[in-house]
């Protein structure tokens, strides 16, 4: 995968179906509300739909699907609402549109969801899992805070968690995974026992109760629809970077200033291992 320098990525911290197969991908750059696309291609159709789902910080009440054909490939965009018509034709480095804070989105980086790439995991390749970063926005419910250290897998950074990088909405998806290793051990993480399931090379997904993940479509996912926690209240979601600084998403109400230096670990008491 080859994504734009300094791009925000996710891939664990959604609880919709494609992204806990492992078939889909969040993207984008923060502070940005629009999506530049990191691959050629032609928009094949367009089309706005109504979201009913709860969401405190959604801003809009719809959502955009695109499809754009890609070589031989068909990709699925949501969450952008296109500045181009189908048929017309895009080039890697093109602004394709404004990323929404929908229904599905809010609370989120503002990022594109994309299904129909091939996903592969680089190994880890620096470990470094003291989680320093800088306070770079200050919200009533939640900060955000830029990593200056972080472990490395290729040219994917993250927050270095049990050998690995952590991608996550923690504790609330109940899930989420640790990139670069494949764990065979169980892992704690926020006061809680994770089980550790290998599904692909170099990536590790982690379930808060055996068959969570295998089950998922037939109890979660519902869960999910409905803006629920799967296992609790949020706490921190850690999002990835390509080739530039990660950032985690703490929520909780910290008497904090943009610019302090912090340590994520010690903000939400964990004990990770």
């Not at 209240?233 to 929520?251: A, D, M, N, Q, T």
Request: net charge neutral.
């Amino acid at each position: 995968m080859r994504f734009l320098e300094g791009n925000l990525i996710s891939f664990f911290t959604s609880g919709f179906p494609s992204h806990v197969k492992v078939n889909a991908v969040d993207v984008g750059f923060y502070g940005s509300n629009e999506f530049v696309s990191f691959f050629d291609g032609k928009v094949l159709s367009v089309e706005k739909f109504k979201v009913g789902r709860p969401n405190k910080y959604a801003l809009t009440d719809y959502d955009y699907l695109i499809l754009a054909e890609s070589g031989r490939k068909v990709i699925k965009i949501l969450h952008v609402e296109p500045y181009l018509e189908p048929g017309e034709e895009f080039r890697q480095g093109d602004t394709l549109g404004e990323t929404i804070l929908s229904p599905y989105t809010g609370g989120d980086f503002r990022h594109a969801h994309l299904e129909g790439i091939k996903l592969s995991f680089p190994k880890i390749t620096s470990v470094r899992e003291e989680g320093i970063g800088e306070v770079i926005h200050v919200t009533e419910g939640y900060v955000d805070i830029q990593l200056r250290t972080f472990s490395q897998a290729g040219d994917l950074n993250g927050l270095g968690c049990c050998g690995g990088l952590l991608n996550g909405s923690i504790p609330y998806a109940g899930y989420g995974g640790i990139i670069g290793i494949n764990l065979s051990r169980n892992i704690t993480l926020l006061g809680r026992n994770y089980r550790a399931t290998s599904s692909r090379k170099n990536v590790t997904l982690f379930e808060v109760k055996r068959g969570l993940l295998r089950n998922w479509e037939y109890g979660p996912v519902f869960k999910v629809l409905r803006n629920e926690p799967i296992d609790g209240y949020p706490l921190i979601e850690s999002i990835l970077s390509y080739k530039g600084k990660p950032f985690v998403r703490i929520f909780k109400k910290l008497s904090l200033d943009e610019g302090d230096e912090v340590d994520v670990w010690s903000l939400t008491g964990n004990n990770m291992g």
